[in-house]
């Protein structure tokens, strides 16, 4: 199956390539080189896959689409307070090379040359001689590739560029460039004449529309607040004259350069880059104008339309009812927890957590606010905003202050919301953090058990009328039983039972803890004295899973073979037997079928 | 616990009441009678929640807000074509109540009076005398109420708007009006005097931020596209000649009126209202405004700042393996769909479907391009915009044409994916729909069964040597059982067990077709012939759920009490079917662990 963006960029590729109006830009001679025929297009995703058409791998100079990754480098290297101070934000209504400032003398913003050359300024007065270093490398990172400069166009815009050391100059008068000019203009020139391909602008502008995040590398090369401003001076003064229309029409922020190239940037939506020499009056790229506008009209796209269902964001929201968790209950411990199953809630969340979602999720946990133990489940959620992250903020606050206890789980200390949680857990012990929820419920379980004194645990048992599995029988049948079985002890960390193995046998735990794990180490439950392990084997002939020792462990062993022997002289017992393994496979797929309908329902 | 977002908005209120600069709007007599020391805000959410502090009850004149919605208005009732002909998009780069006109002497855009004028007159131009009703029966649907109307104000305004009079006029002299020009001032004057307070500009700005449906009432008022091409208008030209301050710094598309009132829609996200009467020098509430900053910087809330993660959008992507359905089946059925697993495959969504999303979701179906059965279950996804929709028909389309057949489930006719998919249904066979996907495995599994030869549809079967429950028993120990059996017949429609009666027997079923169900009508199961239900009763007191006739049933029914007899007289056997029965449901366990783990493995 062909993908239908491939097939969309391979059909208007077609149509706009037999557009041959415009003209190829000519104020810098080494320009006028460039073929006409060309014609690429790149659409880059946020899982950073590339769609490609048509010339897409030819380089070319990337001109002033580098001011808005210079503007957002100054902002990301110098702050805001700075860059912000020399450079406007408002659209000057002029064309990109005027030289007309503001009435307090500043550039009017950052897309227009001025304001790009000043931008440039503030690196070269922060970084010296290593500015465009710094910048070459920034574009690099961008673009997920080491970028080649064309010297040619870089020398040629430099023995050329007599209106942009104009400005410079100009701006050197009033102060907005505070160090030396040539210098500047040197590192400007350079910036314009860095080679990019259609595919490199795709992923560039991918990385703007994924919050600064190479979708490619995985690398965070700016910040979202300088990702939001960068586009908002795209926005308003990006496509030259036409700010108004452009966002009314296309409504994708975007950024031309008149070596052919255009950049187009839909927030966590899509980069899609263009390249094609030939330009309108306005100096946009004729043929990547259209490929913006087809791919806007076609699918709907624009900044201002967004929906989603914030609802979705809760997947699953239950109290546990002694049933959730991995370890293996006394029949007093589970009582326990289901009279007290309102105790402990637990709430698996799912998707970016925005200022939208964190805020639902904040008035569902005030709303059935009565749980001791609050567990917020965070595997699902692999964003988090600021917003979000303040508002949780609030809600431990909130939650902590009645005097409940805050288990996340699911989230690794890359999350945004770690700082906060990290900080919460070493002022409050009312916050605490598991990797895995399942383990995060098995905690909150002890901790309702301990808390109403149910708590029984059997460090030793020797006896097997605890055992569900003999439940029913007579002392006399379980000390015959005891009889056909084998004593074992094993170390701390032995393998039990492997996977894979025949299942020749059952235990019958006596001392200590084991855990029955999958092979990938996971651990499906942990038991205690009193249970039973490997029983399966009564019906299946194959171990499924590994048992390990946790502790010292003691038990007996009863084979199958003893078992069988046990089962002709004493059928009624192994009758007995048999229907207590079914009610504990029917107690588990109780618990099984509550997890699916829990996970289902929403 | 008190909500962040109240709290937030009560710490912000406090704060910026203190705040008394700014003027009272005078240049209508009837304005100047505001009580400058109001102060309210609200703040509406995606869910239909509205949070509100201070004087958010207290009605004023809408004013210029109301230029949005009726610009809205036009552009869903006369289209986009009559609208943008008549009225610009571009900023005026002028005061609200300039004169001026674009060079084609057009309005510059609906923000400023001439706009709005125009705007109003196209709607009078198309419903005449109803064009204000039309208006204020819009405005209030915005709000989810009706709104009244302060007649001294909009008397006040009739009296000294001769500015207005003359923009009416000029455009009149441009044939922008058509019509009488005294009636469109009077909708004019009129639409301006309607009375909101900040909590109805809340949820007006919350229809606007949630793609043009009412969040409180669910009423759908404009389209998606109107919603983008308002908001446009709004962040271009909404805050007068500020626009690229106010999309870098705050980044909320608003729009604010001399009555004292601002709307603030951030789409997905929220809507904000404020009132409070002292104006700046824009004519921008003074607190208003605070308060929009406020809630941007302290949140990070920006259009232009977002960051989903769209692989979050597949929440379980597997293959059936003859386990997934409720359908019990034969033996060799389910050798059969163990082999031929690869044959189907399902695909469970979860979240809103945008561009991003269903572009990921067809990359992902082409990946693992071999299922001859692809499910597509969207009941976790409440809106898809028109871009997936779109992605969505060609990813039919290319599954269709390879042969695949394409089953959707989970969604209803109002999903804006049913035309199309409705579309395809009646042009190929290829695409089926179901409302539960359980039903779309079940037949899914059918087809594969009946594909691949291995249908043993068993329309009767009355010997018991089908039976699981019984398998290992000698044929003289199957005819013992069916002596203690008694035949029963039940007709379509006969409730055969009922939820909560004591369990006193089982069933093998011997002809037709039950179903086992919740007693809210779900259907966990289907039996055929062969098969047995009521089995619990072996280890459980209590039916758990009701069977059901779906066809004429005959059956062989084995009491609980004979089985015991049959048991102490024949314990071999005995033990057996319990071994059988633990078996059955081992088999049901491993069903539901694997869809709890593939529920949890996203």
Redesign the interface.
């Known amino acids: ?5 491939q ?1 969309f960029l391979k059909q208007r590729h077609a149509a706009f390539k037999t557009d041959d109006s415009g003209a190829v830009a000519d104020y810098i001679p080494e320009l006028t080189k460039a073929n006409p025929a060309h014609f690429g297009a790149s659409l880059a ?3 950073g ?1 590339v769609y490609e058409i048509g010339d897409s791998a030819v380089p070319f100079t990337i001109q002033s689409i580098s001011k808005a990754f210079v503007f957002a480098l100054a902002l990301e290297r110098l702050g805001q307070e700075r860059v912000e101070k020399a450079i ?4 000057s ?1 002029e064309a990109f090379n005027s030289i007309r400032l503001t009435t307090d003398n500043r550039p009017f ?1 950052p897309m227009v040359n001025a304001g790009a050359i000043a931008c440039s300024g503030l690196i070269h007065h922060a970084e010296g001689n290593g500015a465009f270093e710094l910048i070459h490398e920034t574009l690099s990172r961008f673009a997920g590739r080491k970028l080649d400069i064309d010297d040619d166009v870089y020398l040629s815009e430099r023995a050329t560029g007599d209106r942009n050391r104009a400005i410079a100059w100009l701006l050197h008068n009033y102060d907005v460039l505070k160090c030396d000019v040539d210098g500047v203009l040197d590192v400007y020139f350079r910036q314009c004449a860095v080679l990019v391909t259609a595919r490199d602008l795709a992923v560039m502008a991918a990385t703007l529309a ?2 600064g995040r190479n979708p490619v590398t995985g690398e965070q090369i700016i910040s ?2 300088v ?3 960068t ?3 795209m ?3 990006g496509m030259y004259d036409y ?3 452009w ?2 029409r296309v ?1 994708i ?1 975007a950024k031309s350069g008149v070596g052919g190239g255009i950049i187009a940037s ?5 980069g899609l880059g263009t390249f094609s020499p030939k330009l309108d009056d306005h100096g946009n790229s004729v043929r990547g104008l259209k490929m913006c506008e087809a791919l806007s009209s ?15 964001c809760i ?1 699953a929201d239950y109290n546990a009812t002694g049933l959730s968790s991995r370890r293996n209950r006394m029949p007093s411990e589970l009582k326990l927890l289901e009279e007290r199953s309102g105790e402990i809630r637990i709430v698996e969340l ?3 957590l ?3 979602t964190m ?2 999720v ?2 569902r ?2 709303e059935g ?1 009565r749980a001791s133990f609050i567990l917020i489940d965070l595997r ?4 988090v ?3 979000a992250a ?2 949780a903020d ?2 431990i606050e ?2 902590t ?2 005097g409940a206890m805050l288990v996340f789980s699911g989230f690794d200390k890359s999350s945004p919301l770690w700082p906060s949680m990290a900080a919460w857990m070493e002022r409050s012990p009312n916050v605490r953090h598991f990797g895995l929820l399942e383990d995060a419920i098995e905690w909150a379980e002890d901790q309702v058990i301990f808390r109403y004194g149910g708590f029984e645990y059997h460090e030793s048992t020797s006896h097997l009328n605890e055992q569900s599995l003999l439940s029913g029988l007579s002392e006399d049948e379980l000390e015959e039983i005891a009889d056909l079985c084998h004593a074992r002890d094993y170390k701390t960390g032995e393998r039990i039972i492997h996977a894979g193995d025949s299942a020749a046998s059952l235990f019958f735990l006596q001392r200590g803890v084991v855990s029955i794990k999958l092979q990938s180490g996971a651990r499906l439950a942990s038991l205690l004295p009193g249970m039973v392990f490997g029983e ?1 084997a ?3 002939d194959k171990r499924t899973a590994d048992v390990w020792a946790d502790t010292p462990v003691q038990c007996l062993e009863l084979s199958v073979d003893a078992y069988r022997r046990y ?2 002289t004493h ?2 017992c ?2 007995r037997m ?2 207590n ?3 504990l ?2 107690g ?2 109780v618990l ?2 509550t ?2 309908e829990l ?2 329902a ?1």
């Open positions: 199956m062909t993908s239908p963006l097939e995703t946020m899982d896959h406007g934000v408002e659209p209504g913003n994924n919050g979202p607040y990702v939001s401003r586009l908002s001076v926005t308003s003064s700010a108004g229309e966002i009314y409504g922020p839909l927030p966590a939506q899509l076609h699918y709907g796209l624009h900044v201002l339309s967004r929906a989603d269902d914030i609802r979705t997947i799912v998707g970016a925005s200022f939208a805020d639902f904040s008035r946990l005030a606010d699902r959620t692999p964003s905003s600021d917003a303040l508002l609030k809600v909130g939650l202050q009645r399966m009564l019906i299946d089962r002709s059928p009624h192994a009758e048999m229907a393994l079914a009610k496979l029917a588990r797929l099984a079928n997890k699916v996970l289902s929403y």
